[in-house]
């Protein structure tokens, strides 16, 4: 069935160091790939999105391209800052509307 | 963007008592809302789907007596847990979906439910 592979965190990074997390999916078809980000305490939000093969999503300095080949979709930032410091969710929509999560990479970015 | 909300943010009951979880889309019109229930370090997971003006479609799994849910409106869902016990405590968020084939979902900041 449909899923999707995060790297497990946590994941602690000194401020201004470069980020990857990685993200690998099965799934049947080309389906449009997200990164969700929910920092303490609150909701998930939508950091960024690909809908289709090549595409790269770009938010608040992280991107994410969508890699068919490797059927995958790591998220990048070049500089993070302690306010980067949550957990992030690769995420896969179904047919059915439904959300396929990753299980989260929490990051910690220390000063 | 589009806004979601819920109501109340968190909220602590005794065993027995029904809890009411309100979900509402603030500047759209959800013709879709889905409700997920988060475990401490853990991902989201899917409990039902529901469509304005049906039943919801509940996850394998997930008692549908348990957690009831209504969809009345296009911009309103609410999340019942009946009787709840201790086992029912955790991190409940609902999101929601506009029409017109629309794929991102929206999500609101959820409830924290600690049943004594």
């Known amino acids: 069935g449909d899923s999707v592979t995060q790297m497990e965190g946590p994941v602690t990074l000194s401020e201004e160091a470069f980020l990857t997390i990685n993200c690998t999916y099965t799934?049947?078809?080309?389906?449009?790939l997200f990164w969700y980000v929910q920092y303490p305490g609150e909701g998930l939000q939508l950091l960024l999105k690909?809908?289709?093969?090549?595409d790269k999503g770009s938010n608040k300095g992280f991107e994410a391209t969508y890699r068919k080949e490797t059927t995958s979709f790591h998220l990048e930032k070049g500089s993070v800052q302690v306010s980067d410091s949550a957990v992030y969710f690769c995420?896969?929509?179904?047919?059915?509307?439904?959300?396929?999560f990753g299980t989260g990479t929490l990051l910690a970015v220390q000063p | 963007g589009a806004v979601v909300s819920q109501h109340p943010s968190w909220v602590i009951c005794k065993s027995g008592t029904s809890v009411k979880i309100e979900c509402r889309s603030l500047?759209?019109?959800?013709?879709?809302m889905f409700w997920y229930r988060q475990f401490p370090k853990q991902s989201l997971m899917l409990m039902a789907t529901?469509?304005?003006?049906?039943?919801?479609?509940?996850e394998q799994g997930v008692e549908k007596d348990k957690f009831l849910i209504n969809h009345a409106s296009l911009t309103l869902s609410t999340l019942t847990v009946t009787s709840a016990h201790p086992e029912d405590s955790s991190f409940y968020i609902c999101s929601a979906r506009g029409g017109g084939g629309q794929e991102t979902q929206y999500f609101g900041p959820g409830t924290r439910l600690l049943v004594l």
């Open positions: 690909a809908t289709k093969a090549d």
């Open positions: 995420a896969l929509p179904r047919a059915t509307n439904k959300l396929i």
């Open positions: 500047d759209f019109q959800a013709t879709t």
């Open positions: 799934a049947t078809g080309y389906p449009s």
């Open positions: 529901s469509n304005e003006g049906s039943k919801a479609t509940y």
